[in-house]
């Protein structure tokens, strides 16, 4: 902490828009999910006040019980509407989502398979679930098929993928997954987290493939382009019915505060109405991606607004964040056991030309520090865990700013 590279914890002060405050420091901020920039439009925000001014700061339950507001099951409605399935359940987060989803439907006789690159909240929805969990080669849809002619006969089969992949920015091979889930008798979800809001114009992943119809449920976040806090899933009547009956993670918690659910009900009536705001984001990542291009510099498997560029281990990672944010650039440092070392930079349709020419110009200074275009990704992250453990190697490590 003392060499002023520990990149976790800080405090942020002002709104979370294009730029942040940090000190007395103004950043442009490549760190955020905000992919739509609405989490400081003013529609937004005016949405959220008015609940607030209507229904107060809590709900103080569950929505099982006193906390379910007639605004829940409009949100549910219009995310139900949006995704042309039948009907919607609104979580108070996208990690209560997947939990209480796969915790639900999977039992100790079932199976769960779920991608090597899965969101953390599958992974713990699963292992909640006490069905056995089977990881397959991340978008291998051969060791998915596998995996599923090994499970035993008569044990539930529920694949579990995410649409986009947060830590790399690369899509799911939904075509094959599904047509593989298929073959075996298997239900697919679909966490769509960092796809609702960004491909096909907002409308996610699954539409991007036009396999809306063939994914049995999809999880959501309001994290991330809706600009509040919340989870969800989509699917059939029946099995949504089921899942507010059974998710323990909705029913034995408090319902998303009233100006979170208006808030995202806002947000999904402007990422509806303006489709402009997707095609942005992806504008933005692409101009950074061409611009890395030409400093030779890896942007991975990414095509969403989110740009991994990774770096040779943990020391040089958390040197790269402290020398960006010296140049006036916040990025998100990952380190192992999460992925194998990189900054995540993520795109906004809200940056302008401007703002993304300041981070190619930082980038630019770095280049030589990043991996290349034509290295492979070598990392070896139980190695970048000890390298942390080892500490003094950041005391000691030059500081260039
Ligand atoms: C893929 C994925 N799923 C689920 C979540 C959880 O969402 P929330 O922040 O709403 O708990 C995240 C957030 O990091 C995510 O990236």
């Known amino acids: 902490m003392a060499a002023g590279l520990y990149p976790y914890f800080l405090?942020?002060?002002?709104?979370?828009?294009?730029?942040?405050?940090?000190?007395?420091?103004e950043l442009v901020m490549c760190g955020s999910n905000n992919y739509l920039g609405l989490t400081s439009d003013p529609r937004v925000k005016k949405a959220a006040a008015e609940a607030l001014d209507l229904y107060g700061?809590?709900?103080?339950?569950?929505?099982?019980?006193n906390g379910n507001l007639a605004l829940h099951d409009l949100l549910e409605a219009e995310l139900a509407d949006f995704y042309g399935k039948p009907a919607a359940a609104v979580f108070s987060t996208g990690y209560q989502a997947n939990l209480g989803v796969i915790s639900a439907l999977a039992g100790r006789h079932d199976m769960v398979f779920a991608d090597s690159d899965a969101h953390a909240s599958i992974v713990d929805g699963s292992v909640l679930s006490g069905a056995k969990l089977r990881r397959f080669r991340h978008n291998d849809a051969d060791a998915l098929g596998r995996r599923l002619a090994a499970a035993p006969?008569?044990?539930?089969?529920?694949?579990?993928?995410?649409?986009v992949y947060s830590m790399e920015g690369d899509l799911c091979a939904l075509p094959e997954l599904v047509a593989t889930s298929r073959r075996y008798g298997a239900r697919i979800v679909v966490d769509d987290a960092h796809g609702l809001g960004v491909l096909d114009g907002?409308?996610?992943?699954?539409?991007?493939?036009?396999?809306?119809?063939?994914?049995?449920?999809?999880?959501?976040?309001?994290?991330?382009?809706?600009?509040?806090?919340?989870?969800?899933?989509?699917?059939?009547?029946?099995v949504v019915h089921f899942l507010k009956h059974h998710a323990r993670s909705l029913i034995f918690s408090a319902s998303a505060t009233p100006a979170s659910a208006a808030a995202a009900l806002a947000a999904l009536r402007i990422l509806r109405a303006e489709p402009w705001r997707a095609e942005r984001a992806q504008e933005n990542a692409d101009y950074i991606r061409r611009g890395l291009a030409r400093l030779g510099v890896s942007s991975g498997a990414s095509s969403t607004p989110v740009v991994p560029l990774r770096t040779r281990g943990v020391v040089e990672t958390l040197l790269l964040w402290r020398r960006l944010v010296d140049r006036g650039v916040y990025t998100n440092p990952v380190l192992p056991p999460a992925a194998s070392p990189r900054l995540r930079l993520s795109f906004m349709a809200t940056h302008t030309t401007d703002h993304l020419d300041r981070v190619?110009?930082?980038?630019?200074?770095?280049?030589?520090?990043?991996?290349?275009?034509d290295e492979p990704d070598g990392s070896d992250e139980t190695a970048g865990l000890a390298e942390l453990a080892a500490g003094p190697a950041l005391a000691s490590a030059p500081h260039r700013s």
């Open 57 to 65: 700061t809590s709900c103080t339950g569950s929505r099982f019980l």
């Open 153 to 163: 006969e008569g044990a539930g089969r529920l694949v579990v993928v995410d649409g």
């Open 360 to 373: 190619l110009e930082a980038l630019a200074a770095e280049a030589d520090m990043f991996l290349g275009a």
């Open 202 to 238: 907002g409308r996610g992943t699954t539409s991007y493939f036009g396999l809306t119809d063939q994914v049995d449920l999809i999880t959501v976040t309001f994290s991330k382009s809706l600009a509040s806090l919340g989870g969800a899933v989509v699917g059939s009547e029946e």
């Open 11 to 25: 405090p942020l002060t002002g709104h979370e828009g294009t730029t942040v405050t940090l000190g007395d420091q």
